[in-house]
């Protein structure tokens, strides 16, 4: 299934392509890449997985080819997605094997270096070393317009003339240093002056140096997120059809790499096949899904594929390819929604308890919010118990509601209706709660009404009984759905030809049926 979706449209859109959490794909691409053939072979998922054609062998260099464009591609779709995407130095273990040999070789060095400059008379070979990799990590931060400081920076760290003053006797390294810090703090971000006026307070000549890489390194770290930064408008522009090239030549040597995806939005297409056949009970056959076929058409199926991620079983099911370098942001949407849920049917069952006295009420739902929120943190974690978290919730939530109720003159709970609002919040852990679940559709049925008016400037109305959490509703629905629209554009071509066959199959089989009654 190796189509390229360059012929078939070119709707400029959204890329989520290959990884497991960016970080995977970023610090490993090579086992990365291996991690995913293994999941895409055939015979690897269940026996209702599309079937493709059986991947060709690659060679080892084909491999990591395809591991490098997977990993630019990571890069490239990070910057543009996360707007507040940085480079970081990298942070080694603290007892790790390379951490030990790294600051093994490191204190050999200054070690050395030291030795040197206490003989008598001193050697400053390493230390010219050092103020030649100094001059190249000055130059290389100036501007082409910076030519007065280039001059200066060429003029003083003149190493022939630094080597002549040594071998005469004659170098002051303490006057180079002065020069190198001055020059620094020319150069430096606003953020980095109160390192170089750290430098300015150093005596000892090679704890200096060894302060001023430290400070160079951060000052390099600048720079390049100044150039990220700049480049993101221009990598925006052109980030969709980057990832999309890139994912082509992943296909092509993976040509199985759809088989997700395929699976995925077939069950989109079942789905709506068969919502659409119970709304529409005298025109649907024996078999849902082939009913409502005719009535499908690819972004209803798209975006009914995308709320599908919201409920996605992450720790068994793999993520379909086009979405993987997305999956750790549709999972905290997802775990934000499950928060939420919560939240606005405690709100729910409390302002239904409590009557119309406290619905208007100046920062109470505000208050309830944060006792839900706090009191639920962590509550993904395997040693979260849900159950004690609703009873506390319960306690509190009556507590508050009491003291609102005092302050504002309106008599507070009798001990009976306070025992009746803590029996709802807990029973607010049964999956089948009907509170829950009328909350839990109507936030569902916000979130596709919004997909399928993305185009639109102004978010859809809010149904009833989500007003108290209105607010955070949106943000996650806006965040929500411009992951989804990049995603679309960059993989459209892809669903669209997926989808061709997925509805063209079920067109037929309808058919079929048609003409066999």
Not at 54 to 61: A, D, G, K, L, N
Not at 141 to 162: A, C, K, M, N, Y
Not at 438 to 461: C, G, M, T, V
Not at 488 to 503: C, E, N, Q, R, T
């Amino acid at each position: 299934m190796s189509q390229n979706p360059d012929k078939p449209h070119s709707s400029e859109e959204k890329l989520s392509g290959l990884e497991d959490g960016q970080e995977e794909s970023l610090d490993n691409p090579d086992q990365f890449i291996r991690k995913r053939i293994r999941q895409s072979a055939p015979g690897s998922h269940r026996d209702d997985t599309p079937k493709s054609s059986p991947p060709r062998p690659v060679s080892i260099e084909e491999l990591m080819e395809t591991a490098k464009g997977v990993t630019n591609m990571a890069l490239a779709h990070e910057i543009v997605v996360n707007g507040d995407f940085q480079i970081k130095p990298a942070e080694l273990p603290e007892h790790s094997l390379e951490k030990k040999v790294r600051d093994i070789v490191h204190k050999a060095f200054w070690d050395c270096l030291e030795a040197q400059l206490k003989e008598d008379p001193p050697t400053y070979d390493h230390a010219i070393k050092l103020l030649g990799e100094i001059k190249e990590n000055l130059l290389s931060f100036l501007l082409p317009g910076h030519t007065r400081l280039r001059s200066q920076i060429t003029e003083v760290l003149d190493l022939d003339l630094i080597k002549q003053e040594a071998e005469n006797g004659a170098l002051d390294i303490s006057k180079l240093v002065e020069f190198v810090i001055g020059m620094m703090g020319t150069l430096c971000a606003p953020a980095r002056d109160e390192e170089i006026k750290k430098l300015k307070d150093i005596n000892e000549i090679v704890p200096l140096f060894r302060a001023i890489f430290s400070v160079l390194d951060l000052m390099k770290m600048d720079m390049a997120n100044f150039a990220v930064s700049s480049i993101r408008p221009k990598l925006m522009q052109q980030s969709a059809e980057y990832e999309r090239k890139k994912f082509q030549e992943f296909l092509e040597k993976q040509p199985n790499s759809l088989d997700l995806v395929t699976r995925w939005l077939q069950e989109a297409a079942d789905d709506l096949a068969k919502l659409r056949c119970k709304m529409l009970p005298p025109h649907c056959s024996g078999d849902g899904a082939t009913g409502g076929a005719s009535a499908l058409c690819s972004t209803a199926v798209q975006n009914q594929a995308y709320l599908k991620l919201l409920k996605w079983d992450h720790v068994n099911r793999p993520f379909p390819e086009t979405v993987l370098m997305d999956q750790t942001r549709f999972q905290e949407i997802q775990l934000e929604l499950e928060q939420l849920l919560l939240t606005g049917t405690v709100l729910l069952v409390t302002f239904s308890a409590a009557g119309p006295a406290l619905v208007d009420m100046p920062g109470f739902a505000e208050k309830i919010k944060t006792i839900v929120k706090v009191l639920l943190t962590g509550m993904h974690l395997p040693s979260f118990n849900l159950q004690e978290s609703l009873a506390t919730i319960g306690e509190k939530v009556c507590a508050e509601v009491n003291s609102c109720l005092s302050q504002h003159g309106f008599a507070p709970f009798s001990a009976e209706r306070e025992t009746g609002l803590k029996g709802q919040i807990q029973a607010v852990a049964n999956p089948d709660n009907t509170i829950c679940k009328l909350i839990d559709s109507r936030i569902e049925k916000f979130l596709e009404n919004y997909l399928a008016s993305s185009h639109q400037k102004s978010l859809p109305a809010v149904p009833g009984g989500l007003g108290p959490i209105q607010r955070e509703l949106e943000e996650i629905a806006v965040k929500y759905v411009r992951l989804v629209n990049y995603n679309k554009m960059v993989f459209s071509p892809y669903y669209d030809a997926v989808l061709g066959k997925i509805l063209t199959e079920g067109e037929s089989q309808l058919v079929g049926k048609s003409e066999e009654s």
